[in-house]
């Protein structure tokens, strides 16, 4: 008999953590962090510690406690089992939102995770260019390791055993097996590259998880055919996201394309726009304002590597050479001629000063995009402020002390907040703007990832299944209106089972 435990996304936005099992096999659907549950503990300075293991997670409610899943250092470090074969046969991967994915870190090594080369991508970009603690996605770095000493008795801790992750690349709609269930990845279109619903069958069951999807993005024939291919397959169960169900419109990337060409063009000096890293259709929108404003579209250095790692590919990006990356003072931050360093008791200017010695202060990634000619500094903006569109997150509003912007404007193109941490951001954000006498532009400048009700029931109708199980919603009352089709409504509760 067929089983569905949800471990995950019942009753929030995120943190889908689904398992299914059957005679002859098991897998889960995403394995994320739930954003809600984890904002009600901790925060940037206050965080699991990865000397509990897992525990940390467990004892928050952040993680299941399931035999067989985790990775044989975080359990043996603190006196738990591990088990000589996982309990589940594979993760099945829909997109790489850190909601869906983040929480594959703690999985062991040799459980098989399927996803597609668009989200492979991205984590090797998260993987590579982030500091966060808990980010092995592709890898995993094996920690509490004692090594002898090459000289002398005793140990040191090792930091170089890194063993890779069973990574499955999954093709469009190109079957594969997991015991004796049969499953296609079928491409949606999301707010970032590579997002994918599943279809699977086992004999028992035939069923359909969505992930996140919408219809109103730049590639909605991908939802499309999925809608399509998912009523061939006479599903009995439809596990189907529900982020937007109570909300009937939508906004589109061109609608944001328009409305901020309109926004920049009467701007006098820099344009400052804070957009989702790995949402490479709203770099995609930007790069197009600024080519329709005679301006050039400015990046950091971690959207850069993402946006190297898509070259090549038959995709709609720019490419690296068509966009300008930004290079910030970090360390000593030794760029331009207002710095200086001490050179046997001599201050020297950064400028006279070997570039090899400013290099010092970037990582060996960050180094690869600051030899290219594409790079500028503040000093560039100061001079030219009204040549550029210069993308900017929260973390970078530093750098403002730098620019010095004069009669520039802001443009927020992001999810507006929906916790109490996010509001706390958004305060700090406008404190920023107030210093520096920019204009906010916040108003329907973001196109959001998935559907809206109207897209969401009409999916389900059009694709007709058994059961819907609503998840990765808050309004999960909102789908009984189905049940008029003759579609049950299940709601999933949250497993306590191991």
């Avoid at 603190?78 to 099945?92: A, H, R």
């Avoid at 590919?313 to 001490?342: F, Q, S």
Wanted: glycine content about 6%; hydrophobic content about 35%.
């Amino acid at each position: 008999m067929t089983s569905i435990d949800f471990f995950g996304g019942v009753d929030e936005i995120g943190g889908n953590k689904i398992r299914v099992k059957g005679e002859n096999g098991s897998f889960f659907f995403d394995f994320g962090m739930g954003f809600s549950k984890a904002n009600d503990y901790l925060s940037e300075f206050l965080q699991p510690r990865k000397a509990n293991g897992i525990m940390d997670f467990v004892a928050l409610g952040l993680l299941p406690y399931i035999k067989g899943i985790y990775r044989e250092d975080y359990l043996r470090h603190i006196g738990l089992n591990y088990q000589e074969k996982p309990s589940v046969d594979g993760v099945l991967i829909s997109h790489s939102h850190v909601d869906h994915v983040a929480y594959v870190h703690h999985l062991r090594e040799d459980i098989p995770i399927y996803l597609s080369r668009e989200s492979y991508l991205i984590l090797k970009a998260l993987e590579d260019t982030g500091t966060a603690s808990f980010s092995e996605y592709l890898h995993l770095k094996k920690s509490f390791q004692l090594e002898p000493k090459l000289r002398g008795e005793g140990y040191k801790r090792s930091s170089a055993i890194k063993v890779d992750r069973d990574i499955r690349i999954v093709e469009p709609y190109k079957g594969f097996d997991i015991g004796d269930f049969h499953i296609k990845a079928a491409p949606v279109d999301h707010s970032l590259p590579g997002a994918s619903a599943f279809i699977s069958e086992n004999g028992e069951e035939t069923m359909v998880y969505t992930g996140d999807l919408r219809f109103h993005g730049r590639n909605p024939e991908l939802t499309h055919k999925f809608v399509k291919e998912a009523k061939k397959a006479n599903p009995t169960i439809m596990i189907s996201e529900g982020t937007r169900i109570d909300q009937d419109t939508n906004i589109s990337e061109e609608d944001i394309e328009e409305r901020a060409v309109k926004e920049v063009a009467a701007c006098k000096g820099l344009v400052v726009v804070n957009y989702p890293v790995r949402d490479l259709d709203r770099l995609l929108t930007f790069y197009k304002v600024a080519q329709d404003t005679d301006r050039k579209l400015v990046v950091n250095l971690k959207q850069a590597y993402l946006l190297s790692l898509f070259q090549g590919d038959d995709n709609e990006y720019p490419e690296l050479g068509d966009v300008m990356i930004y290079k910030p003072r970090k360390g000593w931050g030794l760029v331009g001629n207002e710095n200086y360093a001490c050179v046997e008791d001599e201050w020297i200017c950064a400028d006279d000063i070997a570039s090899a010695e400013s290099l010092r202060d970037y990582k060996k990634w960050e180094r690869e995009f600051l030899k290219a000619d594409n790079t500028l500094t503040y000093k560039d903006f100061q001079e030219e402020p009204q040549e550029y569109i210069f993308r900017c997150d929260f973390f970078e509003l530093k750098e403002l002390i730098d620019i010095k912007p004069e009669n520039g404007i802001y443009i927020k193109s992001s999810t507006e907040p929906f916790d109490e941490q996010m509001e706390i951001n958004e305060a700090k954000v406008r404190k920023w703007l107030d210093l520096f006498n920019l204009p906010l532009h916040n108003k329907l400048f973001h196109a959001s990832g998935h559907a809206n009700g109207k897209e969401i029931l009409n999916m389900i109708r059009a694709i007709n299944p058994e059961k819907v199980y609503p998840v990765h919603t808050t309004k999960k009352e909102k789908f009984l209106e189905l049940e008029e089709d003759g579609i049950e409504i299940i709601y999933p509760t949250v497993s306590q089972k191991s």
